[in-house]
């Protein structure tokens, strides 16, 4: 079996491959109403503040951050709290998976969720430019996580080129270090990459694993559409105790946004 589909059937089974969606589109929608261009609102307080309420989101429904609960019957006590600021209906559709079925594991100061020996980090990219993600351009974390070791049995079309010592000493040193740092052998990081088209109302959302293409090439050894896939069943707005969580919903439909004029999206902010 791949990676890849290791991932998504370890990530699925769980319920996290229906969190993701529902997340994405909840953080979108509010992102979206919000968004007028005449108040000085651009593309940075787009990407800024999707960024914010995804983690928000994923808080709410991993019952991490400032939604983190000692005891699972805890959490289904405070649904009233973790239904507060989100738009009518989205409360019912928010996956159901029990606290500790996924954890917070930030890498380097950069939100990050756990489940298993799979680690999820956010970034996000210019709508329609998935496949032609610069890594090398991005964050010194975000690159770290696109020089892990590829996957096995993964033939590379595009070796990258050798790195510049002498052109670019600082960033090599940056990058070792941060690898040095995380420690933890047994997890693997994937990208959750987020995107929006503000005209149109259209959003991407696709899990994958980044690889570092520093001379060109393939920005992924794999990445699967989030936004393209059933995922599970609606819950019922409770959250059963571990070792049995349900699977979540399926991702919802792109929600209605109010439209202005068109910017560019998304500015990474970690």
């Not at 509010?30 to 940075?44: F, K, L, N, S, V």
């Not at 709290?81 to 500790?100: N, Q």
């Amino acid at each position: 079996m791949s990676e890849q589909q290791d991932a998504l059937e370890d990530l699925g089974s769980r319920g996290v491959l229906s969190a993701l969606p529902w997340a994405n589109a909840s953080a979108y929608r509010r992102t979206m109403q919000e968004y007028d261009p005449e108040t000085g609102h651009d593309r940075t307080w787009i990407g800024t503040t999707a960024h914010t309420l995804t983690c928000d989101r994923l808080h709410r429904v991993f019952s991490t951050g400032r939604f983190a609960v000692d005891a699972p019957e805890a959490a289904s006590a405070g649904r009233d709290t973790i239904a507060a600021g989100l738009f009518p209906g989205e409360y019912p559709r928010m996956p159901i998976i029990a606290p500790g079925v996924v954890t917070w594991s930030d890498l380097n100061r950069s939100p990050g969720w756990r489940c298993g020996r799979w680690r999820l980090l956010l970034a996000s990219f210019t709508y329609g430019e998935s496949d032609r993600i610069s890594w090398q351009q991005k964050s010194p974390t975000k690159r770290q996580v696109a020089s892990q070791a590829k996957p096995d049995g993964y033939l590379d079309r595009h070796p990258m080129l050798p790195f510049d010592d002498e052109a670019h000493p600082s960033l090599e040193a940056v990058v070792q270090a941060l690898i040095d740092e995380d420690e933890d052998d047994d997890v693997t990081t994937l990208i959750v990459a987020h995107s929006v088209d503000p005209e149109l109302g259209l959003r991407e959302l696709y899990l994958g694993r980044s690889r570092l293409n520093r001379g060109g090439g393939d920005a992924w050894y794999w990445k699967h559409d989030l936004l393209a896939t059933d995922f599970g069943t609606p819950g019922t707005g409770t959250i059963p105790a571990p070792p049995g969580p349900r699977p979540g919903t399926p991702g919802v439909q792109d929600a209605p946004v109010r439209l202005r004029r068109k910017v560019e999206e998304g500015n990474e902010t970690r």
